[in-house]
């Protein structure tokens, strides 16, 4: 099998496709679909997002220095994408995608009632590297919905049918493979 070489690009898929809640802080909201999202730090817990700075969300952000990560799903795919491609300027994405903003409790931005999992936080840094900002954060509050615990009080986020993006096309994630470490684990 032989290997082809492409000129330098992104080529770390799937991502998860999130949705990206603001506030100026003045009565406006809005949400955006972000897919360069990730984990930066465990303790104390942090992530980033990056954002043009072109996009009407930026500045929000930017100013009040808060957002929500808002997990999306399969039922969440439709307006996952809407996000994505029609800028809060013009329209309302809440009321047109049929999104629901609940409230937070460390931030002021909204949170998504249909998503899983809300991820508050507050920025830390912004650095500016090219065509995005990657805007580092703190996570300082999680609200999960209280569907997807069990009797125990575990969190089972896989029957919320998260969603991945990859190369353009959002896709559900598949089967569960193996738990962390279960390679070196003594068979009984």
């Given at each position: 099998?032989?290997?082809?070489?492409?000129?330098?690009?992104?080529?770390?898929?799937?991502?998860?496709?999130?949705?990206?809640?603001?506030?100026?802080?003045?009565?406006?909201?809005?949400?955006?679909?972000?897919?360069?999202?990730?984990?930066?730090?465990?303790?104390?817990?942090?992530?980033?997002?990056?954002?043009?700075?072109?996009?009407?969300?930026?500045?929000?952000?930017?100013?009040?220095?808060?957002?929500?990560?808002?997990?999306?799903?399969?039922?969440?795919?439709?307006?996952?994408?809407?996000?994505?491609?029609?800028?809060?300027?013009?329209?309302?994405?809440?009321?047109r995608a049929g999104l629901t903003k609940g409230k937070a409790e460390k931030v002021?931005?909204?949170?998504?009632?249909?998503?899983?999992?809300?991820?508050?936080?507050?920025?830390?840094?912004?650095?500016?590297?090219?065509?995005?900002?990657?805007?580092?954060?703190?996570?300082?509050?999680?609200?999960?919905?209280?569907?997807?615990?069990?009797?125990?009080?575990?969190?089972?986020?896989?029957?919320?049918?998260?969603?991945?993006?990859?190369?353009?096309?959002?896709?559900?994630?598949?089967?569960?493979?193996?738990?962390?470490?279960?390679?070196?684990?003594?068979?009984?």
């Amino acid at each position: 099998m032989s290997r082809l070489s492409w000129k330098p690009g992104n080529m770390l898929y799937p991502l998860p496709a999130v949705l990206v809640t603001c506030t100026n802080g003045r009565g406006e909201d809005n949400v955006l679909t972000v897919a360069w999202t990730g984990t930066i730090c465990s303790d104390p817990a942090m992530l980033s997002i990056s954002v043009r700075p072109e996009r009407y969300s930026y500045a929000m952000i930017k100013e009040t220095g808060e957002f929500v990560v808002n997990l999306t799903t399969e039922k969440l795919v439709r307006a996952t994408d809407y996000c994505g491609v029609r800028s809060g300027r013009d329209e309302d994405k809440f009321q047109r995608a049929g999104l629901t903003k609940g409230k937070a409790e460390k931030v002021q931005a909204p949170v998504i009632l249909e998503s899983p999992v809300n991820i508050e936080c507050k920025v830390r840094e912004i650095l500016p590297l090219g065509s995005h900002d990657l805007f580092l954060a703190e996570v300082v509050n999680v609200q999960v919905s209280d569907a997807y615990m069990d009797e125990h009080g575990t969190f089972h986020l896989a029957e919320a049918k998260p969603l991945v993006y990859s190369h353009g096309t959002y896709y559900s994630m598949g089967q569960p493979l193996g738990k962390f470490g279960y390679s070196v684990r003594k068979k009984s």
